[in-house]
């Protein structure tokens, strides 16, 4: 594979989402910080949004890492084409509360609010994390609104954080408007951040030279236009190329024949770029 033909340990820019991987850009240090500040205040509910690629299932790992190292309990599901009875399957696994699979949702809705009444008796905080809502089945987003109901009439100690793309936050607002406390948005890279984001991911891998000129950053970052997941795919692409072409620099003209190949997945040929506009 390319990544000895480069030095490194293994791909930093697999599809696959890693918190080993987490770039703590500006960007995503202040969404971590405002979520968990409003953990310590323990605010009912907070909504994590941005467009696809953004980050925003790596930040919620990232922050579950964190909240496990504050002694709280955390309860992390992808609600990803989730119906109700489901989520509450899901949640009991995570609370360590090991269902059998034919559970019935009314044992398991007893058993996961027992188990979090008993956790707030103790004086524990419980965080309940939820990637992907919008994509959930609305039996999901029911039980979610249930569930807040019910955590919140007991005494608090519940925080609720759920990720959503930002172009249906508009389509679930009857069902968020009257839970959410706040709302982060993760947004795309600047040109200095996407130049951060690469050198870093590659410091982290073990590569030792520049890899990138700085004008393949530059077409990198208009091809992507700032998008984290979409900065990786030309990055992994582009290392690949290089390496078949025997090649241990990858320049401007490299990243743009790769980024023929993704006009589909990009949705738009990048506009020129001025060498002055990079900094």
Request: proline share 3%.
């Amino acid at each position: 594979m390319y990544e000895s033909h480069w030095g490194l340990s293994e791909s930093p820019f697999a599809s696959r989402p890693s918190t080993k991987w987490f770039h703590d850009s500006p960007v995503h240090d202040e969404a971590l910080a405002r979520l968990f500040y409003l953990i310590e205040q323990r605010r009912g509910f907070g909504l994590l949004s941005g467009t696809s690629g953004t980050g925003k299932t790596l930040t919620l790992r990232h922050l579950a890492e964190q909240i496990r190292r504050s002694q709280r309990r955390v309860a992390s599901v992808n609600t990803l084409g989730m119906d109700g009875h489901e989520l509450l399957w899901q949640l009991a696994v995570s609370l360590g509360l090991t269902p059998r699979e034919d559970e019935s949702r009314w044992n398991l809705w007893r058993r996961v609010t027992d188990h979090t009444k008993a956790l707030q008796l103790a004086r524990v905080q419980t965080v309940f994390l939820f990637d992907h809502l919008e994509r959930a089945d609305t039996t999901c987003h029911a039980m979610v609104e249930r569930l807040f109901s019910s955590a919140n009439s007991s005494g608090g100690l519940t925080t609720f954080i759920a990720s959503v793309r930002s172009g249906d936050v508009a389509g679930l607002a009857s069902f968020l408007s009257d839970l959410s406390d706040l709302r982060v948005e993760l947004t795309s890279f600047q040109i200095s951040e996407t130049e951060d984001f690469i050198r870093s991911l590659l410091s982290k891998a073990g590569c030792r030279h520049e890899a990138f000129s700085n004008d393949a950053v530059i077409r990198i970052h208009a091809h992507s236009r700032g998008v984290p997941r979409l900065i990786s795919r030309l990055c992994e692409l582009s290392l690949i190329t290089a390496m078949a072409e025997d090649s241990h620099e990858i320049d401007a003209d490299l990243v743009d024949s790769v980024a023929e190949g993704l006009v589909s997945t990009l949705e738009q040929p990048a506009e020129p770029v001025a060498q002055h506009e990079y900094v």
